[in-house]
Structure formats: C-alpha cells, structure tokens
C-alpha cells in the first residue's frame, strides 16, 4: 500500500479525507510530526485547526500551516462545533494537546462524528479512557492512537512472525525504554513544560510519556497480555517530583514472564527502545536506533538479521514500507503508516467498504484503555511494596 501505486482512500472516496488538527503549535515537536505524517502519503487534506490554547495564537498560528482564516479557529470546541456544521466540513480531528484534555476533546469529536487521531497516551486516568471508549463504540467511529512505533517495517515484522508461529509459545519478554533528557534538575533539554507538571501529564510522567509505549509494544508484538506485575516506581534525581523511573516484574497471559523498565534520567542517552521475545522455537530482537532490521534467533539455526524489503519480509511489513531494500526509513516514517491505515479504515467506514485487514492493526481506544489499566496497576504495585498486582484489562 505504502509503496507508491493506487491510493485506496481516493479509490473509495475520489478525493481526500479533511482533516482538522487540535493542539501541536508553536514549539511543538509532535505537532509536526502528526501533520507530516498527515500529508506523506496523501491520504489528507488539512482543512482547520486550533493549534493553541491561546485564542488569539490559535487563529495565527493555525494561519501559517496553511489554514484558511475563517477555518482557523480560537478554540477547539470552536473547531469541533463549527466544522462539524459545515457541508464540506473536517471529517477526521487529529488530537495533540496536553493529555489532561484527550478525554474531553475525543468524547466531543467522536459525538459530532468525527473520526479521531490521537496521540498518546489516550487519557490520563483509566476512567477517562473508558469514556472514550464508550464514546467510540455509542459513535461507531474511528479511533487511532499514535504508538508509532508499531508503524515501524520491522516492528510489524516482528509482530508477523510471532503470529505465523515462528517462535512457537511465547516463554520470555524484555522491553526497556530508555532516555537521558530528564537527568538533571531542572532537565537540560526540557520539552514542553506541561509534562512536568502531573495535573496536565498524568500521575506518573515516565509511565505515560514512555511507559505506554513499552507497554503497547509488548502487546503489539506478541499478541499477549500483561497480566500482573510487581513494580517499582519513583524518581532517580535527588528532589523531584515527578517519576523519572519505573521498573516491574511481569506475568503475561499463557505463562510467559518478562522484565519492564523504563527511565528518562539516563545521562547521556537519547532513545533507547528495545524489545526481545523470545519463545520454545527462537528469539527475535529490535531496537529503536536502528530500526530496519529485526534479529531472529532460532533455536535450530544460524541466527539471521531481517531487514526491509529483505528476503523473508512478511505482509504486514512489506505494506509499511515506501522504498526498496538498503534504504533507511524511521521515525516519520512509521508515524505516517499509522496516519495512512487510519485513513483506509476510515474511508471504508464512511463508504461502507471493506478495509485491507492489514490495514486495521493500529492501536485503538481499546489499546489505550489496556495501557492506563498496566500504569495503574504498576502505581498500586509500586505503593504496595512491588506486591503482585493485577495488571490486565477484560474489555
């Protein structure tokens, strides 16, 4: 699908999707990254936005991405009441605001029938996630939440492999995410500042800024839940308030056992993501700096390096992809096939079609609900002194 040839959003509909953005101005990171993702594989045209919290920066700052004035908006019930009014009005809202505010605009889009993308994490309590959930299915829309690491190539590879059974039963799972911005006081390389403070961030920063990332992509992989942990959480920089460590224990469904650790206060380190499955058959391993190839380690063989378009790519990688072997794709990349797959699924929503099922793999609401469920578990474990805690969502 990625790779050039028919655009099958434009098939089922002969235009684009309108797209409207919510949050991601001046000085946002993510927020340019969603709108490249947006327009790399042309699947969307962005036609509103309300890209700030500030009224009157909301309508400037929307203007110089490209929105018409009378569609750049001061608020972003303003965008959602009047866009959803208008005849040639947005029909998919991409959400990238503080997460105290994901519950409130995803609930308010998906009730005015937008379809929705947003970034994660999905909420910042439980609660709040399964209101949207229950939004989403009373609305029956689309939801996409922005993993984006389960767009990568070799990621999805990974996740084609375990489910063709090339590992067998999954015995052993080891995921870390690591980084170094946070190991100062106050951090050298601060992002935003709204992610240091847990009224807006959500109870634990590690665990929802890279936690559920891990956490998704334990599952995204296997197909297998966390079940319970046993967890440590708190911080590793003398002074602060705000988690900058979280490390478990975990069972995982059918038996499996693993290790969780996450941290944003490893001096030196930029994006350490890594995952290793490994099951009665062989192992597969994958990080995040160097993400086009994939590790696969069979018990009764030489070890391979999966790469790219490399022999052996499975479906669901080879779609993921935009150019031929020895070439590097990566982070925008990865974040643009979670854009495009929505954008099929959402196009075969509104023309009552059937979307690719390789196209329907992007993490949801439900996915989202699951990870708010793990985070809650990992503070329960943690405030009891790493005692075993439920960890796993029946939804």
Request: aromatic share 6%; hydrophobic share 45%; proline share 6%.
């Amino acid at each position: 699908m990625m790779q050039g040839g028919a655009n099958p959003v434009v098939e089922m509909l002969g235009r684009r999707l309108r797209l409207a953005v919510i949050g991601g101005g001046a000085g946002s990171f993510i927020g340019g990254m969603h709108r490249m993702a947006a327009r790399l594989d042309d699947r969307y045209e962005l036609v509103a936005g309300a890209v700030s919290s500030d009224p009157e920066r909301s309508r400037s700052a929307a203007s110089s991405i490209g929105v018409a004035p009378d569609r750049a908006y001061r608020s972003a019930m303003d965008l959602l009441d009047a866009e959803s009014q208008r005849d040639d009005g947005a029909e998919v809202v991409a959400i990238m605001t503080p997460n105290e505010t994901h519950r409130d605009y995803s609930v308010a889009a998906v009730q005015r029938g937008f379809d929705v993308i947003c970034d994660k994490p999905i909420a910042n309590t439980l609660a709040e996630a399964l209101e949207i959930v229950a939004a989403v299915r009373e609305s029956d829309t689309i939801f996409c939440l922005t993993h984006n690491y389960t767009g990568y190539p070799m990621v999805r590879q990974a996740r084609a492999m375990v489910a063709a059974g090339h590992l067998g039963r999954v015995r052993l799972v080891q995921v870390e995410y690591v980084q170094g911005w946070n190991a100062t006081k106050p951090p050298i390389d601060a992002p935003v500042p709204w992610r240091l403070d847990p009224r807006k961030a959500g109870p634990s920063l590690v665990l929802g800024d890279i936690g559920s990332h891990a956490h998704n992509l334990v599952r995204f992989v296997t197909g297998v839940e966390i079940t319970e942990v046993s967890a440590e959480v708190g911080t590793l920089v003398p002074e602060r308030t705000v988690d900058d460590y979280a490390g478990a224990l975990i069972r995982l469904d059918g038996g499996a056992r693993g290790a969780f650790w996450v941290t944003q206060a490893a001096a030196g380190v930029e994006n350490a993501l890594r995952i290793r499955v490994s099951g009665e058959l062989g192992s597969l391993e994958w990080e995040q700096e160097a993400p086009t190839s994939l590790a696969y380690k069979p018990v009764s063989g030489p070890a391979e390096v999966r790469t790219v378009n490399g022999p052996g790519t499975l479906p669901l990688a080879g779609r993921s992809t935009r150019i031929v072997a020895g070439h590097p794709e990566a982070f925008i990349e990865a974040f643009a096939n979670l854009y495009s797959d929505a954008a099929e699924a959402i196009a075969a929503r509104r023309t009552g079609q059937s979307a690719d099922p390789l196209a329907l793999q992007f993490p949801n609401e439900v996915d989202g609900a699951k990870t708010m469920r793990f985070i809650e578990a990992m503070l329960e474990s943690s405030a009891n002194g790493g005692a075993w805690t439920p960890a796993a969502l029946a939804i």
